[in-house]
């Protein structure tokens, strides 16, 4: 089976705003207002919870890795609470995993997310069953930009590691690609779409009605299913 493999923050779903918010919890618990908003900060935010910590103690000049450490159980917590709450899947990127499923490819989700919380978000949207693997930071001992989380996923799906693709929004998608010896496909609608072209990948997305072609162009299509 040839398989496309799909990050989840800033790939399938704007979960930026929920992030945000998660993080914004443990600054005003150190008694910080909000210091961290989703017009200055989206890119951060699907760059994972530590990083969001990260980037909000450099800017309040407070930098400490033992804080970072302290608070991020306390992100998770305050993410699970309120997972859903602004998150949005992005326009047509139901329909184009519906339409790659119609066409026989196998569709899964490698993702730096907690795979409970992935399982949880997906849950929440109505679209966990639409993916027939979920791969998250912690299934495996390593996570993205490793391939092996991605050739999990394949394996999971029944694949062939030689015939997917992966698609999603960030270096760390990019990388993780290259090291699996796969094309990538960079989504430009994210929060730093303005930065994917650098990362010359196989193909960019502007719209998630073009993905099917895409991919077939990439990978071919599938086998008739008898």
């Known amino acids: 089976m040839k398989t496309v493999v799909f990050d989840l923050d800033g790939t399938l779903a704007d979960t930026s705003g929920d992030l945000l918010a998660a993080a914004n919890v443990c600054f005003r618990a150190m008694g910080h207002g909000d210091v961290l908003t989703v017009a200055q900060d989206a890119g951060v935010a699907v760059r994972g919870g ?17 804080l970072v450490d302290k608070y991020y159980p306390m992100l998770l917590a305050a993410y699970e609470e309120a997972i859903a709450e602004h998150t949005v899947l992005y326009p047509g990127a139901m329909e184009a995993v519906r339409a790659l499923k119609a066409r026989g490819y196998g569709v899964g989700i490698c993702t730096n997310k907690p ?13 966990l069953e639409e993916f027939g693997a979920l791969v998250g ?68 997305l502007q719209d998630y009605a073009a993905l099917p072609a895409v991919v077939e162009a990439l990978i071919g299509a599938p086998l008739p299913v008898h």
């Open 115 to 127: 795979e409970g919380l992935a399982r949880q978000l997906l849950t929440e949207l109505g679209v």
């Open 50 to 66: 530590r990083m969001m910590l990260t980037a909000g103690l450099k800017r309040l000049g407070d930098f400490d890795e033992a």
């Open 137 to 204: 930071s912690d299934t495996l001992p390593v996570r993205k930009p490793n391939p092996e989380p991605l050739m999990e996923t394949v394996r999971l799906l029944g694949g062939d590691p030689k015939q997917t693709l992966l698609v999603g929004d960030s270096d760390t998608d990019r990388n993780t690609s290259a090291a699996a010896g796969v094309p990538s496909v960079l989504v430009t609608f994210g929060p730093s779409g303005e930065d994917m072209a650098a990362l010359d990948p196989e193909a960019l």
